[in-house]
């Protein structure tokens, strides 16, 4: 992640909580100094520090802050991963900031190890989509690299995609195949089928990347043998960790799961103040 889109992230999200001032720890002596350490309440995968870090920095660059553990690491449950030392008032503005950035992006990651995990050992990789938190998408995607998957394109900038609407508006298929390549020549093409007779065309017609959308397992296992490697397979629609091995084991290259950056759950913080801070 670039430390300028950190920057302003933190920026935004800052401002969004503090507004023109938070009115409560002005009733906190300016002079107050507290040290205050962070728990991770439940067995998960580290990510986010440099965010956290930054919304201390950006409210006072003296709060000194020491993890004991790092973006990538699985934590266990109950354990201190975090100690701050500071004035009081920033490190009490700055603490909600801080923990939904961590928590935010530790789900991430955690989810992501979770999928990625259950098929260890295969050679397909699990993959992100663009189902993401708006205005957090790169930062989403970093924490799932943390976990051990894989991210798809970064946006509609740096891939194309051909879906069931876009094959609607240009025709065809093959139409919407061939004139990705006049129109992005430096860009691989990947397109969605939902049937193996229309993986048949996209093959015909020289897809790079088939994505096929919500295959049961049989048919899955018929794609891998008509495409005999033709061009990469993506497995996508109803993926959970129930089934994500089989549709692993039938020999597709990618598992894409929107999962991962949608449907996540923030791990379990908390942040404890030591009493003779008081």
């Known amino acids: ?41 439940e067995t998960a995968i580290l ?3 440099s965010w956290f870090n930054e919304v201390f920095h950006q409210l006072d660059a003296d709060i000194a802050i020491d993890w004991t553990k790092a973006d990538g690491d699985l934590v266990p449950a109950n354990q201190i991963i975090c100690t701050l030392h500071g004035l ?13 950035f961590l928590q935010t992006l530790s789900g991430t990651a955690t989810i992501a190890h979770r999928y990625a995990s259950a098929v260890k050992g295969l050679p397909v990789r699990i993959l ?3 189902k993401t938190l708006p205005g957090l998408r790169q930062a989403q995607k970093y924490a799932v690299r943390c976990g051990g ?33 006049i129109a992005n020549s430096n860009l691989p093409v990947e397109i969605e089928v939902e049937n193996l007779d229309e993986l048949q065309q996209a ?29 990469k397979l993506e497995a996508s629609g109803s993926i959970t960790l129930k089934n994500i091995r089989q549709v692993a ?30």
């Open 128 to 130: 992100d989509t663009r």
């Open 203 to 231: 093959l015909a017609a020289g897809a790079d990347i088939l994505l096929l959308d919500n295959f049961d397992t049989p048919s899955l296992r018929k794609a891998v043998r008509i495409n005999q490697q033709r061009a």
């Open 149 to 181: 998957g894989h991210n798809h394109r970064r946006g509609l900038y740096d891939g194309i995609l051909i879906k069931e609407n876009h094959i609607l508006a240009a025709g065809s298929i093959t139409a919407a195949i061939a004139q990705a390549r």
């Open 1 to 41: 992640m670039s430390p300028v889109s950190i920057k302003e992230e933190v920026r935004r999200a800052l401002a969004e909580d503090i507004g023109t001032g938070d009115v409560t720890t002005t009733l906190i002596p300016a002079t107050t100094k507290i040290t205050a350490t962070i728990i991770c309440r």
């Open 249 to 278: 084991e039938t020999g597709v290259d990618y598992i894409s799961v929107g999962a991962l950056t949608k449907d996540i759950r923030a791990v379990d913080l908390s942040i404890r103040f030591t009493p003779e801070a008081f």
């Open 88 to 100: 009081a008032r920033p490190l009490l503005s700055g603490e909600r900031t801080a923990l939904n």
């Open 47 to 49: 990510c986010g520090t």
